[in-house]
């Protein structure tokens, strides 16, 4: 079971926006630390997709976008893409663990 | 350019052991945390260990403790991960990521990954 929940799938049509919430304590986003966002596709690396809650790295769309508050983070992926099926998964840093803490994951399909 | 390379997986028996190494090029370990990493067959990504920036904290994820070691060569550029007494639980993908911003920071490069399989 995973410090951080997020739904194990969503899905959309080209087009539209899909959101992925990422649930976590007050130990880890509750307590400030950041949300980061990685995409990965099948048999391949995480690619860090957003970084501190709302940052996007070079060469990341600008269709894909973090928010976070509280102890819960999000991530809104607009004008869906048939590309963009993937799993995402969120990331923060939990003060009791002394370390990294992941969600499960999520399934994005596009139908 | 920052590349991430692992190596050093197999199949082992239980109760066996390996050492993983990721060698890193572009950039010095001395100036970043580095994390090993693990997703098992069909799972999500687990966090199982870090080092800091002057290689004097090292911490591990609870089903880990006490039976890996994670380490560096700063004249090689390369991250270690010694894995004893392994066990069943522990297959999976390991790769090594490089933390941008401290313990809490995000894992802005990580490597192709390596296959750990424990099996009898």
């Known amino acids: 079971q995973s410090v951080l929940t997020q739904p194990p799938s969503v899905s959309g049509a080209p087009g539209q926006t899909v959101t992925i919430s990422c649930n976590g304590r007050?130990?880890?986003?509750?307590?400030?630390?950041?949300a980061h966002w990685y995409q990965q596709f099948p048999g391949t690396a995480p690619k860090l997709l957003i970084y501190?809650?709302?940052n996007r790295p070079s060469g990341v769309p600008d269709r894909f976008s973090g928010s976070r508050s509280g102890t819960s983070a999000s991530l809104a992926i607009t004008g869906l893409q048939a590309d963009d099926e993937a799993d995402y998964y969120c990331?923060?840093?939990?003060?009791?663990?002394?370390?990294?803490?992941f969600g499960g994951g999520t399934k994005l399909t596009v139908l | 350019e920052v590349q991430l390379v692992e190596s050093g997986g197999g199949l082992v028996q239980p109760g066996g052991s390996l050492r993983l190494s990721c060698a890193a090029s572009?950039?010095?370990?001395?100036?970043?945390?580095m994390h090993w990493v693990r997703q098992a067959p069909g799972q999500g990504l687990m966090w199982v260990s870090h080092?800091?920036?002057?290689?004097?904290?090292?911490r591990y994820a609870d089903s880990v403790k006490g039976r890996f070691t994670i380490s560096r060569d700063i004249a090689r550029n390369t991250l270690y991960l010694q894995m004893n007494s392994l066990r069943a639980d522990d297959t999976a993908v390991y790769y090594c990521?490089?933390?941008?911003?401290?313990?809490?920071?995000?894992?802005?490069?990580w490597g192709q990954g390596t296959v750990v399989t424990v099996s009898s």
């Open positions: 990521a490089r933390g941008s911003g401290a313990a809490a920071g995000k894992g802005d490069y």
């Open positions: 572009g950039f010095t370990l001395s100036d970043y945390w």
């Open positions: 080092i800091n920036d002057d290689g004097r904290t090292t």
């Open positions: 007050s130990s880890n986003i509750g307590a400030g630390y950041d």
């Open positions: 501190g809650n709302t």
């Open positions: 990331q923060s840093y939990d003060s009791s663990l002394s370390g990294w803490v």
